[in-house]
C-alpha cells in the first residue's frame, strides 16, 4: 500500500483504538472475567475517563475521514460562517435548549455535504462553550453534532427531494438523538449505578423535548429558506469558468 493511501486511512487508527477500549470496558465488567490482568481494576471508577476518551477517539477518527478532502476557499467561508452562526445562537437565544444548531448543522450537511456538515457540528460547540464552559460535556456535543452533520449528507442521498415537513421530523427526532448520549454522560460522569440510570435518562426527557420542540419549529419556520440560500451558494460553487 503506497504513502498516499496509508495517509488516507490514518482515521481507522484512533476509531480501532476506541473499539478496543470498548472491548476492553465490556470485559473488565464481567465478574467472572478472570484474566490476571484485569482482576485488580476497578473499571467502574474510570467509566467516565474511558468514555471521554472514547468520545475523543470517535470524534478523531470522524475528523481525520474528512480531513484529506481539500475544500476550497469559498466552502471554508461558509463553514466559518454557518459555525459562526449556530455557535452565536446558543449565545443569543435566552430559552434553554431551544437553539438552531441541529438545524442548520443538518442542513449545511444535507446541502454541502459530510465534510462540511462534520466542521460545522464540531466548531459549534468548540466556539460557544468558549463563553458557556468548557468541559468534558464539550467532546461529547462536538462528536454528536459531527454526527448530525454527516447525517444530513446521508439524508440527502436518500432523499434528495425531501419536503420541508419530513426534514422538520427528522429534525425533531434528532433532538433525543443529541440529548440521550448526553444523559447518558451525565450518569457515568456523576455515578455507575444502573439502578438510577433510568432516572437520569428520564430527567434529561424535559429538556431533549425541548430541544426536539426547537429543531422542529426552526425548521418549519426558515428550513425552505435557510436551504435554498445555502442551494444558491452552492451552486455557485459548482459554476466553472472557461476561456
Known amino acids: 500500500m503506497n504513502e498516499a493511501k496509508m495517509q488516507g486511512r490514518i482515521w481507522i487508527a484512533p476509531l480501532l483504538s476506541a473499539i478496543l477500549i470498548l472491548i476492553f470496558?465490556?470485559?473488565?465488567?464481567?465478574?467472572?472475567?478472570?484474566?490476571?490482568?484485569?482482576v485488580h481494576i476497578n473499571i467502574s471508577f474510570y467509566y467516565s475517563i474511558l468514555s471521554l476518551i472514547v468520545a475523543t477517539l470517535l470524534l478523531l477518527s470522524i475528523v481525520l475521514r474528512f480531513?484529506?478532502?481539500?475544500?476550497?476557499?469559498?466552502?471554508?467561508?461558509?463553514?466559518?460562517?454557518?459555525?459562526?452562526?449556530?455557535a452565536a445562537s446558543r449565545l443569543v437565544i435566552p430559552i434553554p435548549n431551544v437553539k438552531p444548531c441541529t438545524f442548520l448543522i443538518i442542513a449545511t450537511g444535507y446541502v454541502f455535504?459530510?465534510?462540511?456538515?462534520?466542521?460545522?457540528?464540531?466548531?459549534?460547540?468548540?466556539v460557544s462553550n468558549m463563553f458557556l464552559g468548557q468541559g468534558p460535556w464539550t467532546v461529547w456535543q462536538m462528536l454528536l453534532w459531527a454526527l448530525a452533520g454527516w447525517s444530513g449528507d446521508m439524508l440527502r442521498k436518500h432523499y434528495?427531494?425531501?419536503?420541508?415537513?419530513?426534514?422538520a421530523a427528522y429534525n425533531f427526532v434528532w433532538g433525543f438523538i443529541f440529548g440521550t448520549p448526553l444523559d447518558f454522560?451525565?450518569?457515568i460522569s456523576a455515578t455507575n449505578n444502573f439502578q438510577v440510570l433510568p432516572e437520569y435518562?428520564?430527567?434529561?426527557?424535559?429538556?431533549?423535548?425541548?430541544?426536539?420542540?426547537?429543531?422542529?419549529?426552526?425548521?418549519?419556520?426558515?428550513?425552505?429558506?435557510?436551504?435554498?440560500?445555502?442551494?444558491?451558494?452552492?451552486?455557485?460553487?459548482?459554476?466553472?469558468?472557461?476561456?
Do not use: C, H
Open 201 to 243: 435518562l428520564l430527567a434529561g426527557v424535559p429538556w431533549n423535548l425541548a430541544d426536539a420542540l426547537g429543531n422542529l419549529f426552526f425548521s418549519l419556520a426558515i428550513g425552505k429558506q435557510t436551504i435554498w440560500i445555502l442551494e444558491k451558494y452552492r451552486r455557485r460553487f459548482d459554476i466553472e469558468f472557461r476561456d
Open 67 to 86: 480531513e484529506e478532502n481539500t475544500l476550497g476557499v469559498k466552502r471554508l467561508a461558509v463553514i466559518g460562517a454557518v459555525s459562526a452562526l449556530s
Open 185 to 187: 454522560f451525565t450518569w
Open 25 to 38: 470496558v465490556l470485559l473488565a465488567s464481567i465478574p467472572s472475567f478472570n484474566l490476571p490482568l484485569f
Open 113 to 126: 455535504g459530510a465534510e462540511e456538515g462534520i466542521m460545522v457540528g464540531v466548531l459549534t460547540p468548540a
Open 160 to 167: 434528495p427531494n425531501i419536503s420541508i415537513e419530513a426534514f
